[in-house]
């Protein structure tokens, strides 16, 4: 089982460079979600998803875009990278509503911008 | 007043002692309480959920107290495999969305 499937691991951007971060799940899960995490603090969410076609924004959704055109995929776009926006991005996904509430994480990417 | 608060630590027990974290939250309409823990660089995996009544998996237990609005995780006989951070996690005004705190680092020491 592959499970969350997080690319790429590492990225190194220049101040107003744009990327996307993929994710892709094989379980089957309704519930997405994108989160940041900086140095000695908790998870932070961007952006998460309900289902396809459903996004909204979390606690920190400026300078970030998502879309989820199918179940499977929910990539996180990155416009005109600023220092601010360096640290580590977790993708994640649940079956939540169906009495499994545990999360499932990708690797996780590590983004410095410079 | 932080939505979910820890100790940041770290804590640096002997290996063998017991440890016991705290975590308060500030909504009181919570309802979902979860430890998860998390090695260094690593994406953080569920320890364990919290239940009213409390639970025990192997050398870990978990408790909620809602009157004062906090959990906690106690580790007995640790190893050295328990050094991570440790996050609390609670539901925020929506169950499917979850407030991490900042994770409690712990630190066996042989």
């Known amino acids: 089982n592959a499970g969350v499937t997080q690319t790429p691991k590492f990225r190194i951007l220049k101040i107003g460079q744009s990327m996307t971060l993929q994710c892709t799940q094989d379980m089957n899960h309704n519930y997405m979600y994108w989160y940041r995490q900086d140095p000695g603090m908790g998870l932070k969410l961007i952006y998460y998803?309900?289902?396809?076609?459903?996004?909204d924004k979390g606690e920190v959704p400026n300078g970030y875009n998502v879309s989820r055109s199918t179940t499977e995929d929910f990539p996180l776009r990155l416009e005109l990278a600023a220092p601010s926006q360096t640290s580590v991005y977790f993708c994640?996904?649940?079956?939540f509503g169906t009495g499994d509430e545990k999360l499932f994480f990708g690797s996780g990417t590590q983004l410095s911008v410079l | 007043r932080k939505e979910v608060e820890q100790d940041p630590g770290p804590f640096n027990v002997p290996e063998g002692a017991t440890v016991a974290f705290n975590c308060t939250y500030s909504n009181s309409a919570s309802q979902s309480f979860f430890w998860y823990r998390q090695d260094c660089r690593k994406e953080p995996k569920l320890l364990m959920s919290v239940y009213s009544s409390g639970n025990e998996d192997g050398r870990f237990t978990a408790q909620l107290n809602r009157a004062s609005q906090y959990i906690s995780l106690l580790i007995r006989d640790s190893k050295l495999s328990d050094s991570a951070t440790y996050l609390c996690v609670v539901n925020g005004d929506s169950n499917y969305q979850l407030i991490w705190g900042a994770g409690t680092k712990l630190i066996i020491k042989p």
């Open positions: 998803s309900v289902g396809a076609g459903i996004t």
């Open positions: 994640a996904s649940s079956s």
